[in-house]
């Protein structure tokens, strides 16, 4: 079967099944390669899906690029071919992207002449839960310090998310975003209307969350997806920073809630930004889900 533009049609929630079936049987490991992400980004990122010889293959139209991620399914030679020359004919200056090593070896085997590319901006952070509930050792000694410190100053309660107090954590997103500069990237832009439509599907989407209460407000919250039955990935935290330490809170009172149940938590990529990946690091991660790309460039 050749792949063609027509075999692709937009993302919907109701689209969530199909995505489920595949990534219980073919479990994932980067967010991209999450429905999670796929809807809760549809504007900044609209996607597309296909289904062929019982793969799934997904198109995400990010602002100035579409790519094509490959195929998700038994191995199979021939329609990855298929599908490597469709991406190229139709995809953008990054025409496939690759949210996990599956094909990454073939490709150098194969294509010797498509260089493939790190993206270090979209490697994802792995940390064993155990580590982050209970923060030991010498190397979290800072951080403990923080976390001593904002216990001094509050007293606060963990709460599971749920209808009873989502409008109260939508407050705080809002007032979260007023509080970010105006000078924003579009993905920086796009992040309180991620959460928001996160927040309004989460039983839809089969998300959790915990939310941080100080007296009568909610001053922090963290939303997450099962990955597979070894990993969980946030997919969002956000804190008001008003109240100092709070993101060091919420990590860890996350990673509490977590434990015993998953053995990895992922918590995604920096996006090249240097103050968040200072913050990823010093968490000290065990690994990464690595990220990689083939540019136009080499094709033309």
Known sequence: MTLKASDFKKVTLADKKIFSEYFSKYPQS???ATFGTIFCWEHYSPC???????HLIVACAEPGNLSYRPPIGEFSAELFEDFLSFAIANGGDCPVEFPNAQYIDYMKEHHPELPIYPERGYF?????TS???????KKYLNIRGQINSFKSHYYYNVEKITPYNVEDVKSMIDEWEKSKPLEKTPMMKGDAEAVMRALENMSALGFEGIAIR?????????????LNKEAVDIHFEKGLTDYEGIYKIINQETAKFLLGRYEWINRESDVNEPGLREAKMRYHPSKFAEYYYISRADIL
């Not at 100080?214 to 997450?224: E, F, P, R």
């Open 30 to 32: 980067h967010s991209e």
């Open 48 to 54: 597309k899906y296909a289904l062929i010889d019982n």
């Open 124 to 128: 994802e952070y792995y940390y064993r």
């Open 131 to 137: 580590n982050l509930a209970e923060l030991r050792g």
């Open 214 to 226: 100080v007296g009568d407000k909610i001053c922090a919250g963290a939303l997450w997806e099962e």
